[in-house]
């Protein structure tokens, strides 16, 4: 039974008593100081021992050793994104390091997950207290006090249908001691061409050479990095250096030619930080900088280089203690500077861009939880106020934000968030090089036929500086029980004015508002659409996310040694409108039913995670309801595309070859028994396992051409196979 072999470890068996405040003592008088909290204190014969690595605020979810490794990643990056699916902490959640903020956090997301003691997801206070941006949730790491590991990995995969093949291999060295480590790595990969005459497109490729061209690109790619933490005093250093080339090699047909392009890229980065403590302020400060050159040849002659250089820093403190806590202040503030030189058709233009940001918040804690008075009705409320002005070449901006936490009892938040900004352009969406995209295929309204178009991508110079409000309200409990219940549910409005975007979905509307975007030939057949970003006028979007974690407990008959978790998660979001004006004087589309490109109304996500002993599994199932794309605005007609709902389900097994309870062989170990031992692992993970393929009609129940089973999603169910092993 499922329930008896992947249930869950007790998590309270594993981790050491924790030091949340005081230390009891039976004599008043007796006073004791922990002035190192990883060193035992003793006290009329009771050991008393800090956690190692714990954050200002408890945290509202932990995960330990053995849930970390049930992720199934291959490193700590992809065990952040692993929590940011599964516990909806968000997409780019700070992440401090040992309890404390770094200078540069990225340069631990290459150890493996066992170089992890436990990862906690603090509660959205946090990150006020540490300095985060508005709404933005913080992810504690706390690793091993001494970890050191050699690791191979080799990976191949191939769609069921053949066609083409990807393989890859990595290898990695990693070490800490205490405060010092070290990572570096370097990974090799190289993907086969897809061509169109391996696939059934219902129909056959004309002219010669048309066989050749290219659904996915021959690509190859060659990456390394090496990152470098090292205590200096009171201070911690950090560097890291990275660098990657790439090449492809796509065939389109451009017009009536079948062209064969050639795309190069290297890029080359480096950065170097500090932290510490200064003046009574938490001190962070990082210098990075990055050169990288392109060259597209086939399609178009394109050559461009880019060089940038930045600074970013911050700094933060209590400022005073109030009864109800401590008022925090967070300063924060960065740097940067752009050089770009494209050089097309031997017409060669040089741009550079500058930026400059200065941030700020207070942290004001107005109740805190008490027996007695105020604080026994209203719990924890905790406010914070910001904002921020940025010059830039492309515009100026500022930003005004306030959030609100309540916790009225223990394991009941409610959280609120209101911001207005007027932001300035990226660099990357103005100053990026034009370039020809792999073709895709698209259906054509106007013509009523799918046809295969080249996409042109890159910069766009004339965006406007954008304007947004954006209002968050979310409420959460849990964890409860033996279980860990936890669940929240949030509303989300946002609304945009010259919004930065891409262009939506082919309609007669869309066309008619952007005609130059769209390149016919004489025929009036559609070639090329040009999907730069754009300033749209206006965009309105109100939603609602919930979700739903638990852990099933571990069952009696399970030894106190054997290890075993199942942890679900269950993720549903619901679409309550979605408004948009392309431009200024056209009418308002309403996308939910259709207008300007439809889009879903509901999507929901399902993921298990489990492991026990040698084993372990991962599964994910995603679905999309089913939506409608209106030829014309306002009204339903029978050429509209009606787009089935569809669901996709991904599935890994894993298997490590030798057993994973050996004993930690160093004392000073955490995490309980070694939670990876030398030896071979292998992962067998099957992607879209049923083979399900996008589906649409037309509004009159016709088949939707464009909509065959390999026009959308050539590439359906694949096989990945991963062999890793510890040396």
């Known amino acids: 039974m499922l329930w008896l072999l ?87 959640p700070m992440v401090i390091v040992n309890g404390k903020r770094v200078a540069n956090s990225a340069v631990f997301s290459g150890f493996p997950p066992d170089a992890l003691v436990r990862a906690e997801i603090l509660p959205p206070q946090a990150g006020a207290l540490y300095g985060g941006a508005p709404g933005q949730r913080v992810v504690n790491l706390v690793l091993q006090r001494r970890f050191s590991s050699y690791d191979g990995r080799m ?31 370097v990974r090799v990969s190289r993907d086969s061409a897809l061509r169109a005459d391996e696939r059934d497109r219902g129909h056959e490729e004309e002219g010669a050479g048309a066989g050749a061209i290219t659904l ?27 660098g990657q080339a790439r090449e492809s090699r796509p065939v389109s047909r451009l017009g009536a030619d079948i062209v064969e392009g050639r795309r190069q890229s290297e890029s080359l980065g480096a950065s170097a930080g500090l932290s510490g403590t200064a003046l009574g302020w938490s001190v962070q400060g990082n210098m990075n900088g990055q050169a990288s050159r392109s060259r597209d040849e086939g399609f178009a002659n394109i050559r461009s280089e880019n060089q940038s250089i930045g600074f970013n820093g911050s700094a933060g403190r209590t400022l005073m203690e109030f009864p109800t806590g401590a008022v925090v202040a967070n300063l924060s503030g960065s740097l940067a500077g752009t050089r770009s030189i494209l050089d097309r058709d031997q017409v060669r233009a040089t741009t550079n861009y500058q930026i400059g940001e200065a941030r700020g918040s207070l942290t004001i804690p107005l109740s805190k939880a008490a027996e007695t008075g105020t604080g026994r009705v209203l719990g924890d409320v905790q406010a914070t106020l910001g904002g921020s002005v940025r010059q830039s070449s492309g515009g100026d901006g500022d930003e005004v934000n306030a959030a609100l936490v309540w916790t009225p009892k223990k394991g009941v938040r409610l959280n609120g ?35 295969e178009i080249v996409p042109i991508r890159g910069g766009n110079p004339d965006l406007r500086p954008p304007r947004s409000e954006r209002l968050s309200v979310t409420a959460s409990i849990g964890p409860f029980t033996r279980w860990s219940l936890a669940a929240n549910l949030g509303y989300q409005r946002t609304e945009l004015t010259d919004g930065i975007g891409a262009l939506p979905d082919l309609t007669e509307d869309v066309e008619a ?30 939603g609602l996310t919930s979700s739903l ?54 999507e929901a996500r399902a993921m298990l995670d489990a492991r026990r002993g040698r084993w372990g599994v991962n599964a994910s199932a995603r679905w999309q309801d089913g939506y409608r794309t209106r030829r014309f605005g306002g009204q339903d007609g029978p050429g509209d595309l009606i787009t089935a709902p569809y669901t996709a389900v991904d599935l890994k097994v894993s298997f490590q070859m030798t057993s994973t309870s050996v004993r930690a062989a160093n004392a000073d170990e955490e995490g309980g028994p070694r939670r990876r031992s030398a030896g071979l692992q292998l992962s ?16 009159d129940g016709a088949p939707a051409p464009g909509y065959g089973r390999d026009w959308q999603d050539p590439i359906g169910r694949s096989v990945r196979l991963s062999l890793q092993r510890r040396f």
């Not at 679900?568 to 979001?573: K, Q, T």
């Open 549 to 602: 974690n638990f852990n099933l407990p571990r069952p009696a008959c399970l030894a106190a040694h054997e290890a075993a978790v199942l942890r679900v998660s269950l993720n549903y979001s619901l679409r309550l409108s979605n408004t948009q004006s392309l431009a200024a004087g056209l009418p308002e589309l309403d996308r939910l039913k259709g207008d300007g490109g439809g889009v879903s109304r509901q």
């Open 417 to 451: 968030l209101w911001v207005a900004s007027s932001d300035s352009v990226p660099d990357l969406q103005r100053f990026e090089p034009v370039y020809f995209d792999t073709p895709v295929v698209v259906f054509d309204f106007q013509t009523g036929e799918a046809v």
């Open 155 to 185: 990976v191949g995969s191939r769609p069921t249908q053949g066609g083409t093949s990807s393989l890859s291999a990595d290898l990695r060295r990693s070490a800490i001691a205490g405060d010092n480590t070290h990572q570096a790595g």
């Open 684 to 699: 067998l993970e099957v992607s879209n396992l049923f083979d399900a393929r996008p589906e649409a009609r037309l509004g």
């Open 513 to 542: 508002a952007f005609p130059d975007r769209f390149q016919r030939d004489a025929n009036g057949r559609l070639t090329s659409i040009d999907f730069r970003p754009l300033n749209l006028s206006s965009t309105l979007t109100e």
């Open 216 to 242: 996915r690109p021959r690509t190859e790619t060659v990456s390394a990095n090496v990152n470098l933490t090292r205590s200096l005093g009171q201070w911690a250093g950090v560097f890291s250096l990275n």
């Open 6 to 92: 992947l249930a869950t470890l007790d998590a309270a068996g594993l981790g050491e008593a924790s030091f949340d405040g005081p230390v009891p003592t039976e004599a008043p008088q007796q006073v004791v100081t922990l002035t190192n909290l990883d060193d035992p204190v003793r006290v009329d014969d009771v050991e008393v021992r800090g956690r190692r690595g714990a954050a200002r605020v408890p945290p509202e979810t932990e995960l330990n050793g053995a849930e970390i490794d049930a992720l199934g990643a291959y490193d700590i990056g992809e065990v952040l994104d692993r929590i940011g699916e599964t516990l909806g902490v968000g997409d780019e």
